[in-house]
């Protein structure tokens, strides 16, 4: 395994460069989670394969009306993950030398099982590489990091819908920020009062019926990420090391990580060292394994602008939660 790779300064990269830093996309065979109509490895680049949870058909007709989607842009999907595994899902194409997703983590409901079904799939020595929004720049802003028991809970249930306590605290506490001005030392948003009505309405629909309501069950900052991997590490839930880590940078909303599956024979005592070595520090923190996260200061922040893609990813997710909540206005009226 290579030394672990910890950014901590702006780069003139592409996002999907970032992605892709880490990974041999040209030489490797990769498979790509949620690619949609914006996959991060074309095939043109290399052996890919993409994964989704609705076949080809089925999420062109999804996203037909959806304004934030060309859906004559979307990619044919070669392999559906649902109710069943990823093991399972792509079958003897497996193992693949990398995995990449974006933005997708924080939406499964068991962090830890994901992580194990990815790790399944790869090959010794191959890598999972992440893309992951920062919630003190995002909707997310007032909604606490994700506690290690929920994490757990969520693992040892084998959650497969999202915790109702998440769909509540999403739609309780859900604001539509500026990153670029709270990175400028404003609050980013004009704090409006918490939205009980829809978050109970959706919270009450995930209760009782089998519906599948999307969103975010896990929020973190880059620190409390890393803290968080940190314990599931020292529990032995986590088993594949850190490789490469790329901090949220100023002006921006999203930080990077890069792990890597283990050599196969390792004891539980040494593939346990080997996380936990790989974990990195990161500024204001004071243990290896608890990290805190670090405000921003007026002093550290100054005339930093968003790239477009980055406007669009987030203007992207405005509109789909503003979509969600217009459901959630005629689901109270029916009421």
């Known amino acids: 395994m290579d030394d672990l790779v910890v950014t901590y300064t702006l780069r003139e990269m592409d996002r999907f460069d970032r992605l892709r830093e880490h990974i041999d996309v040209a030489k490797g065979r990769g498979l790509e989670i949620g690619p949609l109509a914006s996959p991060i490895v074309q095939r043109s680049s290399g052996d890919v394969y993409y994964v989704d949870h609705l076949s080809t058909d089925d999420l062109i007709t999804k996203y037909t009306n959806d304004p934030d989607v060309d859906e004559r842009k979307i990619v044919s999907t070669d ?3 649902g109710a069943n595994t990823l093991a399972e899902a792509v079958g003897a194409s497996a193992p693949f030398d990398y995995v990449v997703a974006s933005h997708v983590l924080e939406h499964v409901p068991d962090l830890v099982g994901w992580l194990d079904e990815v790790a399944a799939v790869l090959r010794p020595g ?15 802003v007032r909604r606490r990091n994700s506690d290690i028991s929920e994490v757990v809970e969520a693992y040892l249930l084998n959650l497969r819908r999202p915790a109702v306590r998440a769909i509540f605290d999403h739609f309780y ?3 539509a920020v500026d990153p670029g001005a709270i990175w400028g030392g404003r609050p980013g948003h004009n704090d409006p009062p918490e939205d009980v009505e829809t978050a109970l309405a959706f919270a009450t629909k995930a209760a009782t019926t089998d519906a599948y309501l999307d969103t975010h069950c896990w929020v973190f900052s880059d620190a409390t990420f890393v803290a968080l991997i940190a314990t599931l590490m020292q529990m032995d839930l986590v088993t594949m090391p850190f490789v490469a880590f790329r901090t949220t940078q100023p002006g921006e909303f999203e930080f990077f990580v890069t792990f890597e599956k283990p050599p196969d024979g390792l ?7 080997l996380c936990l070595d790989s974990v990195p520090t990161l500024p204001g923190a004071t243990t290896r394994s608890a990290p805190r996260s670090t405000a921003a200061t007026s002093s550290s922040v100054s005339s930093y602008v968003l790239s477009d893609r980055e ?10 939660m503003a979509s969600i909540r217009g459901g959630a206005a005629r689901l109270k009226r029916r009421r």
């Open 173 to 175: 506490r859900y604001v």
């Open 311 to 320: 406007v669009a990813v987030i203007d992207m997710k405005r509109k789909a």
């Open 79 to 81: 392999f559906v993950w």
């Open 267 to 273: 004891s539980p005592e040494e593939l346990r060292a």
């Open 126 to 140: 191959g890598r999972l590489s992440l893309a992951l929004p920062d919630r003190r720049y995002t909707f997310d």
